[in-house]
T-cell receptor
Framework: SQQGEEDPQALSIQEGENATMNCSYK?????LQWYRQNSGRGLVHLIL?????REKHSGRLRVTLDTSKKSSSLLITASRAADTASYFC???????????FGGGTRVLVKP | DAGVIQSPRHEVTEMGQEVTLRCKPI?????LFWYRQTMMRGLELLIY????????DSGMPEDRFSAKMPNASFSTLKIQPSEPRDSAVYFC???????????FGPGTRLTVT
């Protein structure tokens, strides 16, 4: 199975609600990153959290990292229709030199 | 900065033909990555370069695929001969370091008939 696996695979919410998605991984990491992909476009980097960090914020985004559980969560607060996209986590292994992407969570924000 | 530039944006070709995809990374980035994305297999890393040198090509599906980076501002991914199962969106990404945040190009949508 993949190093990073997102859960749920798909999420449908109303505008204004919060959206939470999770990422689990298997081996020790150097950092974990979250990306967004709008339909038909390239991935856009959202946030990077290092293995010695527990929480990071960027605007309406909040990322947590629990290395003991080998998991991370991405919270989008007060969602907007424009947040409709697929969200991917990517892990940089402690012993390695590349990112490994998960399968993504498709988020639909209904106006 | 113009970001990562890929060409062509769309390519339709017949089985057996040679396909060449091109990428110009962001100036100053010394790591370049080629990915393939399909509904069935998700996002797959094909190969990546650091300082123009191929570091890991274990994701290249078979010998029909080859990639080059002759200089810091240009890379190509070639498929020869192409097959229908190569149909996918191919992304190029660049970064200042292999474990850092990556900047993706808009992708090339390849259709092989």
């Amino acid at each position: 199975s993949q190093q990073g696996e997102e859960d749920p695979q798909a999420l449908s919410i109303q505008e204004g609600e919060n959206a939470t998605m999770n990422c689990s991984y298997k081996t020790s990491i150097n950092n974990l990153q979250w990306y967004r992909q709008n339909s038909g476009r390239g991935l856009v980097h959202l946030i990077l959290i290092r293995s010695n960090e527990r929480e990071k914020h960027s605007g309406r985004l909040r990322v947590t990292l629990d290395t003991s559980k080998k998991s991370s969560s991405l919270l989008i607060t007060a969602s907007r229709a424009a947040d409709t996209a697929s969200y991917f986590c990517a892990t940089a292994k402690a012993a390695g030199n590349k990112l490994t992407f998960g399968g993504g969570t498709r988020v639909l924000v209904k106006p | 900065d113009a970001g990562v530039i890929q060409s062509p944006r769309h390519e339709v070709t017949e089985m057996g033909q040679e396909v060449t995809l091109r990428c110009k990374p962001i100036s100053g980035h010394n790591s370049l990555f080629w990915y393939r994305q399909t509904m069935m297999r998700g996002l797959e890393l094909l190969i990546y370069f650091n300082n123009n040198v191929p570091i890991d090509d274990s994701g290249m599906p078979e010998d029909r695929f080859s990639a080059k980076m002759p200089n810091a501002s240009f890379s190509t991914l070639k498929i020869q001969p192409s097959e229908p199962r190569d149909s996918a969106v191919y992304f190029c990404a660049s970064s200042t370091e292999t474990k850092g945040e990556q900047y993706f190009g808009p992708g090339t949508r390849l259709t092989v008939t």
